[in-house]
């Protein structure tokens, strides 16, 4: 299980609020989305615009980090004023390395800036000090390209929301294999037993999310059919399995 944003149906989304409550409530991996700010600051959050996750509107690249970090990150999911802010990547990764978390990055870039968001977090790491417990993700081939030349040797995963003409799974295969990435996040959706056998064929990890939290059933049913590893919302149904 790797908590999705935290735990984001128990506290509000990519917020250190978060992060600790799936910590406390036993998780080993986290997920979190990380964008830059105006001062190239990587921060969490997970869409393109502050509107639905803060008490502000506008794109994060048009503000600083340190008027960012004054922005309510909590208002929204509790419907009442909070403390509670959008945290930096640097602070997230101080927590992880002395908690002993996994840490999946899903590098989430606005638009245009993609290789600005990869070398902001090349620097904090470098800074930080890098070791292997971090996945890359990203629906963007752009930015885990970009950042698997910049470190080679942590873990990169692509992640696919639907199959179509240009994305079909011989092809995530091919990507996979070119750029050595070592797993596929696949929408919960678009995952059949085909999809499954043609990925492990080729020793792709596969984790899955989908637009609501797993239930214990559903998990088991995707756990039998090959699937390793879900992003989950609420783990407390998993607590005594």
Known sequence: LIGHRGVKDLSPENTLDSIKLAYK???????????????????????????????????????????????????????????????SLKEVLN?????????????KPNKGFEVDNVNSIVKILNTFGFDNKFLFSSFDLLSLITMKKLIPKAYYGLLIHSFNKEIFIDNI???????????????????????????KKKNIIINAYGEKNFDLSEAKELWSIGINSLFIDDPTEFKNY
């Open 25 to 87: 409530l036993g998780l080993k991996w986290i997920e979190v989305d990380v964008k830059v700010s105006k001062d190239f600051i990587p921060i969490l959050l997970h869409d393109d615009r502050l509107n639905r996750t803060t008490n502000s509107i506008g794109s994060p690249i048009d503000f600083n980090y340190n008027d960012l970090r004054k922005l309510d990150a909590g208002s929204f999911f509790y419907q009442y004023p909070t403390n509670i802010y959008i945290p």
């Open 173 to 199: 295969i091919n990507i996979c294999e070119k750029y050595h990435f070592i797993s596929c996040g696949l929408n919960k959706s678009i995952i059949n037993i085909d999809v499954v056998k043609s990925l």
């Open 95 to 107: 927590f992880c390395k002395k908690n002993n978390i996994g840490l999946n990055i899903e590098l």
